[in-house]
């Protein structure tokens, strides 16, 4: 149903190599978000997009980059990828800069580093 | 800066029974206060939301009441289900230009037949 897709859907990586991860809307919502999910810790933002080249940093945003070329699309990119983020991560979207909508999330990314 | 408490889980109910998982928040201003659940193996989905003091999200049956006094979302059900076994997030839209969801850790519903 979703106008979002995330992909992967699983991924298992080397320590070291990098690894890009995709989020794709066909909502046309301005406002595109990256979290990783862990046990105990909820969910925590990464990074996020207020639109076309718009970006800024979440509370865990080291090891992260993220570009939004398109208004469609969103990739999160893990440098060099390490075995703390080993993660679930989710992209979710919204549509607008009012404080109460919510969120629609992605299926989510299971990234294992080994 | 802004946070949102939950209580730990997990929280094994039968079914029939009455549910409530504590929510507290902490935030400057008036935020959104929202539910999501997550069933195993997907993303999470909206619940329910309420956007200032006083008001009642409500859906499937779930209901939370914004409290400002007591600075508090607590999810209810009267009746639980089976089905309703999943992971429960509280959450709250802050007020910056970010308009990003800060959420709690999650609590874990089992509920057995």
């Known amino acids: 149903d979703a106008g979002i897709t995330q992909s992967p859907r699983h991924k298992v990586t080397e320590t070291g190599t990098p690894v890009t991860l995709r989020c794709h809307q066909t909502e046309n919502h301005r406002y595109m978000y990256w979290y990783r999910q862990d046990p105990g810790h909820g969910l925590r933002l990464i990074h996020y997009?207020?639109?076309?080249?718009?970006?800024d940093k979440g509370e865990v945003s080291d090891g992260y980059s993220v570009s939004r070329s398109k208004t469609e699309d969103f990739l999160l990119t893990l440098e060099s990828a390490t075995s703390s983020q080993t993660s679930v991560y989710f992209c979710?979207?919204?549509?607008?800069?009012?404080?109460?909508?919510?969120?629609?999330f992605g299926s989510g990314t299971r990234l294992t580093v080994v | 800066g802004d946070s949102v408490t939950q209580m730990e889980g997990p929280v094994t109910l039968s079914e029939e029974a009455f549910l409530t998982i504590n929510c507290t928040y902490t935030?400057?201003?008036?935020?959104?206060l929202f539910w999501y659940v997550q069933y195993p193996g997907e993303g999470l989905q909206l619940l329910l939301k309420a956007t200032k003091a006083d008001d009642k999200g409500s859906n499937k049956g779930f209901e939370a009441t914004y409290r400002k006094e007591t600075t508090s979302f607590h999810l209810e059900k009267g009746s639980v289900q089976v089905s309703d076994s999943a992971v429960y997030f509280c959450?709250?839209?802050?007020?910056?230009?970010?308009?990003?969801?800060?959420f709690g850790s999650g609590t874990r519903l089992l509920v057995r037949p």
């Open positions: 935030a400057t201003g008036y935020p959104s």
């Open positions: 997009s207020y639109g076309v080249k718009d970006t």
């Open positions: 979710a979207i919204r549509p607008s800069g009012q404080a109460n909508y919510g969120y629609t």
């Open positions: 959450a709250l839209s802050g007020m910056d230009s970010s308009y990003k969801l800060i």
